[in-house]
């Protein structure tokens, strides 16, 4: 969440567009590297930078934001998707933008079902890009 607990529409209530997902923060080992990998896609999904901070970067799209953190009270371990916790984030997209974007920030193509692009980056955070 930002720094002073408010939403990309300066709230804490719902947006006037009636965005679903107000926020999702992902707790990153590495924040340089989630920037490097996160931001470019992030972009290409459409989203802008919001926010930046010493341990922490947001980008959002209309009243939705996405937050990368490399948190001080991050416990070691790194993330992995098969644990409880998220297995992966679900967005909608266009394929070749993200993709593109993806492949040259160092994701991976984890599959591609023909409705739906899975890619994971050097973190094993998943991202799920529904085209079809």
Known sequence: M?????GPD???GAPAD?????HVELWMDDLATAERQWGPVLTALGCEPFQHWEQGRSWRRAGSYVVIEQSPALRPG???????GINHLAVRGERAAVVAAALAAGWSVRTDTGQAVHLTD???FE???VYG
């Open 10 to 12: 300066g709230q804490g």
């Open 2 to 6: 930002s720094e002073n607990g408010q």
């Open 122 to 124: 050097e973190q094993g």
């Open 18 to 22: 009636g965005a679903f997902i107000h």
């Open 78 to 84: 790194g993330h992995d998707r098969l644990r409880a």
């Open 127 to 129: 991202l799920e890009v």
